[in-house]
């Protein structure tokens, strides 16, 4: 086997691969028109500031997509052996942060204009020769963006289940959240209308309150990664049953007395460490060993597409089969811990 | 069609009401003497904004209550609510803008500054978040655009 080798996406994914890129062009393009709208028709509203900013960094995300999916395929070099398929990762992490810190000040700044009590002046716009309350022309540009965002969340959602790409579900998500954003601007800037001045800088407040949410999801999302996080199901915090399939295929080789398998995700791809104990009796030569261990790399490496660079480690012995507990669900006791597994090893044995 | 129901329903409405008090009732203007926009005349102001307080005083059949002044004070005096309009020969760049609302220009003065050229964008302040009042003051401004250049042009400075 070579040290570094780039991933390449299987044949029946690349057309999903194309349309994630080609789906993020057209938010870039789509968000930005719904910004200009949104930023002519601003005025001195704070829902439509905060709206705007929202907006804005609906943007980012898929400039990021973009990028790292230029990245992710090169090769690996001298400088990253680990080749860049985490990239994706990366654009998680800068959007992530982002989000977060303008969420947190636009709620302090909205907060602020509740307290000092601050009445929103919207005044009037010129618009083909007519002159109306600009009110109108932010819900109009509202809800243009307020479309464009459910348009863009429904596209998405299936290509990101075909890629099990993590960046792109927060991206489909974060536009259909984006519908509460807009309808809170509107329904902000109709209270104005009907003389409830509180109503704009309340609607801003629950916008920012939904961004910094956006932001603290994916916080976490990258956290989870940095820390080589066992794969998760996509969108969800559950673990995946991959590793565990993994290690039970390893287990049903021939040749394999015990296996332990550990997992982490690297952008759309997974990797990790197979541990195998070869039985003690036939001892088998090195030769022999090594075509085993290609043999089975290749054969474990079909179980999933995204399996890309995994490494199959013999070893004398395994004083825990990892995964050591598999966690189902969100938190609660119900574990399977290190004492279980026995029992499983002794089922796996006796399929052979 | 929509705009007629809009207006029917007559939104959008003042917080603190004040067009409600400003129609057939009285208009507390404050005033701040800037040559030409605002001159210092018996009983009132003159100059082009107080040709403006005038139309909107007949358009709102509202008698006008002066506050003289200061820039500064005046604005405070808007910010405050203790007036409902001021003008003061305001530029939309006035730092105030922030404080109190500033209508949209209504007229774009050019200026030769040192040789250089500047252009100028002329507003008048009403208190923050009165939309109503503040749309009625800005559809005066926009009828009345056509009359600013003679306005602005017939007094020398």
Known sequence: MSVGYAFSFPEEKRAARERARKLSWL??????FAS?????????????????????????????????????????????????????SVAFLVTASVLSLIGIYLLYDSVMKLVRREHPPIGTIELFGQQLWLGWAMIAALFF??????????????????????????????????????????????????GF?????????????????????????????MMDESPTQLGK????????????????????????????????????????????????????????????????????????GLLIIPVRELEEAIPPRVRRGNGGPGEEDGGGEPAHMAGAAAEQ | MLLLLVAACGLPRDP????????????????????????????????????????LARRTGSRVEWERGTAADVLDALKERDVDLVIAGLTAESPYGAKVAFTRPYYTDTTMVRGERREEQHVVAVSPGENAWQVEVEELL???????????HARPR
């Open chain 1, 27 to 32: 938010s870039v393009v789509l968000l930005l």
């Open chain 1, 36 to 88: 200009v709208f949104i930023g002519l028709t601003v005025g001195q509203s704070q829902a439509m500031k905060t709206a705007w900013v929202s907006d804005v960094l609906t943007a980012i995300p898929p400039i990021a997509l973009i990028v790292a999916l230029r990245y992710e395929l090169r090769a690996p070099s001298e400088r990253f052996p680990n080749g860049y398929v985490r990239a994706v």
């Open chain 1, 145 to 194: 963006s307020m479309c464009m965002g459910l348009l863009l969340g429904k596209l998405k959602e299936p290509v990101a289940e075909e890629l099990h790409s993590k960046a792109l579900q927060a991206e489909s998500e974060m536009n259909r959240a984006e519908w509460m954003s807009e309808g809170a601007a509107i329904l902000g800037i109709l209270l104005v209308a009907f």
């Open chain 1, 197 to 225: 001045w509180w109503g704009d800088a309340a609607a801003a407040a629950f916008i920012s309150l939904e961004i910094v949410r956006d932001g603290w999801h994916n916080v976490r999302q990258v956290i989870g990664d």
């Open chain 1, 237 to 308: 915090r559950d673990l995946e049953d991959l590793p565990r399939l993994l290690r039970d295929a390893a287990r049903r080789l021939p040749w394999v007395e015990d296996a332990g398998v550990r997992l982490r995700e690297h952008g759309h791809t997974v990797t990790g460490e197979v541990f195998v104990v070869p039985h003690e009796e036939p001892a088998m030569d090195t030769a022999r060993l090594l075509d085993e261990i290609d043999r089975a790399a290749a054969e474990l490496g079909k179980l999933d597409w995204r399996l890309h």
């Open chain 2, 16 to 55: 603190e009401g004040t067009l409600k008090h400003v129609r057939g009732g009285t208009m507390r203007v404050g005033m701040a003497i800037d040559t030409p926009w605002v001159t210092d005349s018996a009983g009132g102001a003159g100059g082009i904004e107080g040709a403006i307080v005038r139309d």
């Open chain 2, 142 to 152: 926009r009828a009345k655009r056509g009359e600013f250049p003679a306005l602005r």
